[in-house]
C-alpha cells in the first residue's frame, strides 16, 4: 500500500489535540502500544562529563621505608637527594599535569616502594 507522506502529514496537522489524542488511543489500542519518550542526553552542565586526562601525583605518606621512596622520588622528578629527602617528609604534589597513565606508573612505583599516593 502506497501513501503520500505529505498528504498524511498535511491532514494530521489540520487535526486538533482532542481529535489527535483520540487517535493516538485508537492506535493503542489497535497495535497495543503506548506513546513514551525515548530517554535522550540531558541537557545543561551535567550532560557534559568530560574525562580527566591531566592528574597531579601527590605524595601523601613516604612509609616505614623512606630510602625506597627518596629513590623513587629522585627518578621520577630529578631532584637531588636532599629535596627529595625534604619531599618524601613533607609530602605534596611530585608532578602535575602527568598523563593518566605515566601518572598510574608512578603511583604504582612509589607504592611498591612503601608510600602512600593520591592522583588528582
Do not use: C, H
Amino acid at each position: 500500500m502506497a501513501y503520500d507522506k505529505q498528504a498524511l502529514i498535511d491532514q494530521l496537522g489540520q487535526l486538533t489535540i482532542m481529535e489527535l489524542a483520540d487517535l493516538i488511543d485508537g492506535l493503542k489500542d489497535t497495535w497495543g502500544v503506548t506513546a513514551a519518550v525515548a530517554a535522550g542526553p540531558a541537557a545543561g552542565p551535567a550532560a557534559v562529563v568530560e574525562e580527566k586526562t591531566e592528574f597531579d601525583v601527590v605524595l601523601v605518606d613516604a612509609g616505614a621505608s623512606k630510602i625506597n621512596v627518596i629513590k623513587e622520588i629522585r627518578a621520577i622528578t630529578g631532584l637531588g637527594l636532599k629535596e627529595a629527602k625534604d619531599m618524601s617528609e613533607k609530602g605534596g604534589v611530585l608532578k602535575e599535569g602527568a598523563s593518566k597513565d605515566d601518572a598510574e606508573k608512578m603511583k604504582a612505583q612509589l607504592e611498591a616502594a612503601g608510600a602512600k599516593v593520591e592522583l588528582k
